[in-house]
T-cell receptor, first 113, second 108 residues
């Protein structure tokens, strides 16, 4: 098993609400990235954290925010949900800056109605 | 801007036939290229990366900087190769940029 777990697996929210998605990485994985994958598309980079600090961000608005904790867990928070936020959200971790390739979680399927 | 293009959304070949999944990229500099695979009901996983120049499950990919391509090839397709394949590039320690993916179906 790859060691990256995400929760919940599925989630339904109403437009305007806020959501928190969680990821638990393998011990020693200091880098965690979050991706959004819309239906029929490849994953799109949201942001990356290294040792609890954001060190890269994609073209997503500020209502997408994150946290990384010392215990190798992390969160993705989305405020003021919009219908277009419906997607699969993937967490990926690496022992370093992705030099060994990223290990992906199974994702959280978010549906905004 | 960094961009990865996989021109075929769907590709279907017969078992035992050669397979080539196309990937073109646009990036100024020396990117690192990857192929990721997602089998049915499984998570996205790394298949191979160009800097390691290895063959995984019979697949190889050569980086052609002149043509800005990183096509994935396998000489003899097997049914278990049916999956979704994503080409991705990265510069340094930053983000992965993915293509839209190609769904490969191997017919018996």
């Amino acid at each position: 098993e790859t060691g990256v777990t995400q929760s919940p697996t599925h989630l339904i929210k109403t437009r305007g609400q806020q959501v928190t998605l969680r990821c638990s990485s393998q011990s020693g994985h200091n880098t965690v990235s979050w991706y959004q994958q819309a239906l029929g598309q490849g994953p799109q980079f949201i942001f990356q954290y290294y040792r609890e600090e954001e060190n890269g961000r994609g073209n997503f608005p500020p209502r997408f925010s994150g946290l990384q904790f010392p215990n190798y867990s992390s969160e993705l928070n989305v405020n003021a949900l919009e219908l277009d936020d419906s997607a699969l959200y993937l967490c990926a971790s690496s022992p370093d800056h992705g030099d060994y390739g990223y290990t992906f979680g199974s994702g959280t399927r978010l549906t905004v109605v | 801007a960094q961009r990865v293009t996989q021109p075929e959304k769907l590709l279907s070949v017969f078992k035992g036939a050669p397979v080539e999944l196309k990937c073109n990229y646009s990036y100024s500099g020396s990117p690192e290229l990857f192929w990721y695979v997602q089998y049915s009901r499984q998570r996205l996983q790394l298949l191979l990366r160009h800097i390691s120049r290895e063959s995984i499950k019979g697949f190889t990919a050569d980086l052609n900087k002149g043509e800005t391509s990183f096509h994935l090839k396998k000489p003899f397709a097997q049914e278990e190769d049916s999956a979704m394949y994503y080409c991705a590039l990265r510069k340094g320690a930053q983000k992965l940029v993915f293509g839209q993916g190609t769904r490969l179906t191997i017919n018996p």
